[in-house]
């Protein structure tokens, strides 16, 4: 192979095509692009480098813009190379031969001796993938070249590329262009799964819409191989390629002559870095590196032209592409035999896609992009040829192999299924490691083998913020025995070797120190057979493939021991622990750890740049206690374009009580803070809209609906709050929950010691999931007042916001010093700042407590109910999406006054009750429902039951809409509100009478409010 010249000169940027702006923003999104990346160990790398912030990027600046530019050239500027595991492959063996009987061996390391015994003495054959392990001034230098040049190239893509896209601005409706480049947004790209997910399941509806119609379709999957390793980036600059992605037209711009340098200089660094570690065969190119922005940019608008001539010769029912992966759907007139018509069918319409020499692969020849080998991986196009109710079955195979794990990710980790979940299922199914599932490309055992796993290493993350290490341990330990088994064995590993981190993570945060080390000696036991017995695909000059792989996951491992490292341990033994790991990990990997620096100072510098396992927005919510800060103050302090979001952010800071140091991880987030957290921290935000945008746009940096006069004008009073745009489509439904809760767990609260146990998150975990798998889906879930621990309450209700159903729910008591808070906490799906996953959170404080509850907090506890806040104890309206609603806790439905602030106002009134007085309780309710006249929902602590639906109806029969008590088990019933017709019957200047009467009559004085009134009849 031909390289090019490392001696060619190439003169500087000049000093104002960046800014100082310019680089801290692609910093910013630098940090958090590849935070994302899991397989690279640079957290250490860039919280060292934060330290320093500015003086870096000076230094930077300078270097780019030099007369005497050379970092293109320069290895050490550019960073090194990792290698991650790409494809473990089994030879057919005798064995597979249908006249012999099946055999399945359980253990993993013996049955991967018989596969090997099997096959004859032809070993497996192993390749890895090289991956980026750049510098943090290299990946600055990325995305900078996104932002500047990248993202021009990006506007050429259209619709059908759904995968490595950049974060825009909306669509603008007048023009129909395309929204400009989201440079406020944290990262460059959104989060891969939902653009996947669209990938796939758009094409399956696509196919079952023409099986429908009783026509015959094609369906094509496929894919590039080594996509990222073939690529010759010159192609950038080709005024073929400008010319056939309409660059000028679509991006609105022409490439000025910086510009054009500045892709020339990153061309030539990903070119030398590539020439470095380049395989030795005669490719005419060295590829592009995986991992860093500007990569994924450029791989994705090579295909442009493609898209463009699928779409236009082909005339597809559907065509998508995912970076490489091709979806495509076309219509089956009885012209194709089997797959070889079919693909040469699509050759004879795309000129560019042709067969290679020997008829077995195609091959994608792009005009601009001659030294580019873009090959179709024949082992991976499936073809299918799909009609009739056939054609259905099939769908609804892949559909169901998909959902059965996909769907997991919308529940609560349950700790009596875990191992039986179809997750653990899968992994536990023993099948081959290159054995494929009948479905389409992207449901093969590999991709549901990573999908599992995911989703269990998910679940045991998520029961770590909601448990104490100590309530779940016998589960964990058998999870790390089932992962020794089912994923750390040696027909697995390689391919699921990428979790490990996240799995030893696990074990370091829960102080699981032997089974962390056993762990890693199960997975170096499972990676030395496979090097002893496989036979390496060499793909690259690297004289030891192995060891340079060994080293990548050593220093993600050694990474991720620092970052999972428990911030609130103090015990000794830990220390210990962890250089002991520490060791190991450098002994069993090779790779040379810094055991002279104490690992908690550098777990707690990860924490304050938020890239510790732990984000540090926890802190702020007070999940936990932050240490004190390690990191030296900033010099030069920020650029100018940044001191509006910086004081935004300060303000914000200051609203909820925190120490204004605590806005420097803010200003960088890798995790920022969501809208109903930041709701939940400044409740003001809640009905002031203007200063939650504000908030929303500085600590998130994400897009929100421009200020409207009418929509933001006049959001709430003292009395009442609108929360959401636009009217719902139905009437709202609500699930009345019947939930046990212990005096134990009660006076435990009260103590300041919230009852964390495994047996009371069981309950309430069944009980939701439930409820979110339900076919009458709710709108709103009630539970019981003190009824749900405050650490939980956030995890839950972000399950039930993702399903649009909102939660309004007793916490228990918040203890402060010699006094606790009662409270409901709500929370509402809401879409005001411009998104459906935007999300407010309200606490509405109990005024006074029952007379039962003072004396049992005064006599036992010496404590007492807070005294009343003005904003929190104010017993307000909700209008959510039009519907009005009230809260009361519990004793605060004797009061008459409370009863008459809500009469006329609202549609229904919500009680959270912890009430055995039933009688009194139920006369309440009865009369309540009728000199409020709506809709009464109660939900009482299942000890005492009684939780109930009551409506003002006029025949007795239909006032009692659900009526709830008793039973062993924690269940629900949904109920229909039918707040048309009671606004309705409320609209008329006198009331109904006789059989135009739904209802019993409005009490004498009973007024309803503007908001309700509507023309009756309508």
Not at 356 to 377: C, M, P, T
Not at 657 to 668: E, H, S
Request: proline share 5%; charged share 30%.
């Amino acid at each position: 192979m031909a390289k090019r010249s490392a001696t060619t000169r190439m003169k500087g940027l000049p000093k104002k095509f960046f800014d100082r702006n310019d680089l801290f923003v692609a910093y910013r999104k630098a940090k958090q692009d590849v935070f994302q990346e899991k397989t690279q160990a640079n957290r250490l790398a860039f919280s060292e480098y934060e330290k320093h912030l500015n003086a870096n990027l000076e230094t930077l600046h300078s270097r780019l813009t030099s007369r005497t530019v050379n970092w293109f050239r320069d290895l050490n500027f550019i960073g090194d190379v990792g290698f991650i595991p790409k494809d473990l492959h089994l030879a057919s063996t005798a064995s597979e031969s249908e006249s012999e009987p099946h055999f399945s061996q359980s253990d993993p390391d013996e049955s991967w001796k018989r596969q090997i015994q099997a096959m004859g003495g032809e070993n497996p054959t192993v390749s890895f993938r090289p991956m980026a392990a750049f510098t943090v001034d290299m990946y600055i230098v990325c995305t900078l070249w996104v932002n500047r040049v990248g993202a021009h190239l990006d506007a050429c893509l259209d619709n059908t590329a759904k995968g490595s896209r950049l974060r825009r601005h909306q669509r603008s409706e007048e023009t129909g262009t395309i929204g400009g480049l989201h440079l406020d947004a944290i990262g460059s790209f959104p989060p891969y799964y939902y653009a996947y997910k669209e990938w796939r399941d758009d094409g399956l509806k696509a196919i079952r819409l023409e099986l429908e119609e009783d026509r015959k379709v094609i369906a094509i999957t496929m894919d590039l191989t080594s996509f990222y390793h073939r690529i010759d980036a010159g192609f950038l600059l080709d005024d073929a390629f400008l010319e056939a992605v309409r660059f000028q037209e679509l991006s609105g711009h022409d490439l000025t002559n910086e510009e054009r340098l500045f892709t020339r200089q990153l061309v030539r660094a990903f070119a030398n870095w590539g020439e470095e570690y380049a395989d030795s065969s005669d490719a005419p190119c060295v590829g592009i590196p995986v991992g860093p922005s500007a990569p994924r940019v450029i791989a994705n608008v090579l295909l442009a032209e493609f898209d463009q001539l699928v779409q236009q010769k082909l005339d597809p029912i559907y065509y998508a592409r995912y970076v490489d992966d091709i979806f495509l759907v076309i219509r089956d007139h009885g012209q194709f035999n089997d797959g070889k018509d079919v693909l040469s069918h699509l050759c004879e319409r795309i000129e560019p896609l042709d067969f290679n020499d020997d008829g077995q692969e195609l091959h994608l020849k792009l005009r601009y992009a001659k030294d580019s080998q873009l090959v179709f991986q024949a082992k991976k196009q499936r073809i299918f040829a799909l009609s009739g109710e056939i054609g259905h079955d099939l769908l609804d195979t892949i559909q169901s192999k998909i959902d059965e794990i996909s769907s997991e990710w919308r529940l609560l980790p349950d700790l009596d299924v875990l191992e039986t979940s179809p997750a653990a299922r899968a992994l536990a199914a023993g099948k081959r490691p290159n054995e494929d599932v009948n479905t389409l490309r992207k449901a093969d055992d590999l991709s549901l083998n990573r999908l599992s796993f995911a989703n269990l290493l998910r679940d045991h993350d998520q029961l770590l913020n909601y448990l104490p290490p100590s309530e779940w341990r016998s589960k964990r330990h058998e999870f790390y025995k089932f992962a020794e088994r089912n994923v750390l064995s040696p027909s697995r590993v390689f391919g699921l070797v990428g979790y490990f981190p996240r799995l030893f993570g696990l074990a370091v945060a829960c102080r699981d120190w032997k089974q962390a080390e056993s762990l890693l000696k199960r997975t170096v036991r499972s990676l030395t057979t496979l090097k002893e017995t496989t036979t390496l695909l060499t793909e690259t000059k690297t004289s030891d493939t192995w060891k340079k792989f060994a080293l990548t996951l050593g220093r993600v491992v050694h990474e991720t021991l620092i970052q999972c490292y428990p911030l609130s341990g103090k015990k000794p033994s830990d220390a210990r622990s962890v250089n002991l790991l520490a060791g190991q990990i450098s002994e069993l990997l090779g790779f040379e750890s810094d055991s002279e620096r104490l690992l908690i100072e550098q777990s707690r510098e990860l924490f304050w740049t938020d890239l510790g396992r732990v984000p540090f927005k926890d802190g702020i919510l007070g999940y936990m206690q932050i240490p004190k800060c390690p990191l030296p103050s900033w010099e030069g302090g920020i650029p100018d374009e940044q001191r509006e979001r910086h004081a935004a952010i300060r303000e914000f800071v200051k609203s909820v009580g925190q120490d204004v140091k605590k806005t420097r991880p803010l200003l960088l987030p890798t995790r920022p803070l969501s809208v109903a957290e930041i709701t939940e921290l400044d409740q003001s935000t809640v009905s002031d809209l203007t200063k939650l945008k504000k908030f929303v746009h500085a600590i998130r940096g994400t897009w929100v609906r421009p200020a409207n006069d009418h929509e933001d004008g006049d959001w709430s009073t003292a009395t009442r709050v609108t929360i959401g745009l636009g009217e719902r489509k139905r009437q709202p439904r609500i699930a009345i929950t019947s939930l046990a809760v212990g005096d134990s767990s009660w006076a435990m609260a009260a103590a300041g010691k919230p009852d964390l146990s495994a047996s009371r998150y069981k309950c309430l975990t069944k009980l939701v999931n439930s409820i979110i798998k339900s076919k009458t889906r709710p709108d709103y879930v009630l539970l019981p007042e003190l009824s749900v621990p405050r650490r939980w309450l956030p995890g839950i209700a972000s399950k039930l916001l993702r399903q649009r159903i909102s939660l309004i729910a007793g916490a228990e008591y918040r203890y402060d010093k010699s006094v606790v808070f009662n409270e409901a906490a709500i929370y509402l799906v809401d879409n005001r700042v411009g998104y459906a996953s935007a999300h407010t959170v309200i606490w509405q404080q109990k005024g006074l407590p029952a007379h039962h509850e003072r004396e049992e907090l005064r006599s036992k506890f010496g404590l007492k109910l807070a005294e009343p806040q003005s904003s929190r104890c104010l017993k307000r309206v909700y209008n959510h999406f039009g519907f009005e609603f009230g809260t009361l806790i519990c004793s605060e439905l004797t009061d008459i006054e409370h009863r008459q602030i809500f009469r006329g106002q609202v549609d229904g009134l919500f009680v959270l009750s912890w009430n055995q007085d039933l009688e009194s309780f139920g006369s309440l309710i009865e009369s309540a429902s009728l000199d409020v006249h709506c809709f009464m929902a109660l939900v009482n602590n299942r000890k005492y039951g009684d939780s109930r639906v009551r409506a003002p109806y006029k025949d007795a029969w239909e006032r009692e809409r659900a009526r709830i008590k008793g039973g062993m088990d924690d269940y629900f019933v949904i109920v229909e509100l039918d707040i048309d017709a009671i606004r309705d019957f409320h609209s008329h200047q006198l009331p109904p009478l006789g059989d135009r009467a739904k209802f019993k009559p409005t009490p004498e004085g009973f007024k309803i409010s503007k908001s309700r009134k509507r023309i009756p009849g309508t």
